[in-house]
């Protein structure tokens, strides 16, 4: 599963040369892959694994879910967050958070962290009403 035009017909080729799925070049227009893939479609490999290519998808949403609970589904900043000095820590802007302490200090991948503030902040660029 994956957002459209990222390229998992195209590995799916690579990992199962007998059958070719049909694929589109990068699109001169957007510099990114173009939609293709229409339905699932369950493909064996010689290894005996299953694999389904599926349509790709526009958008990811999270639906009912708090600002506040998005740290619980990143283990290392549920980890971090029991250091803070605020119980409700948010891991944004709050004086002493152990959370961004321990990004500073390469503890944490700047690139996780990064996409934890982007989750949290989408949720909460939703109207509360929509999100409950």
């Known amino acids: 599963m994956g957002y459209s ?20 070049v990068i699109s ?12 699932a479609t369950m493909y064996y490999l010689a290894s005996g694994a299953a694999i389904i290519d599926t349509p790709g998808i526009k958008m990811l949403e999270l639906v009912a879910l708090a600002p506040e609970q998005v740290g ?39 690139r996780r962290y990064a996409s934890y503030v982007k989750i949290v902040t989408d949720i909460e660029s939703i109207n509360y009403w929509e999100r409950m």
């Open 72 to 110: 619980f589904y990143f283990r290392e900043i549920k980890q971090f967050a029991k250091q803070c000095k605020y119980s409700n820590c948010m891991h944004l802007d709050e004086p002493k958070c152990a959370v961004k302490e321990a990004v500073r200090n390469n503890l944490i991948s700047d």
């Open 28 to 39: 001169d227009y957007s510099d990114k892959g173009q939609h293709t893939t229409t339905a």
């Open 5 to 24: 035009g990222v390229g998992k017909s195209t590995l799916l080729n690579y990992l199962h040369p007998n059958v070719k799925i049909r694929t589109q």
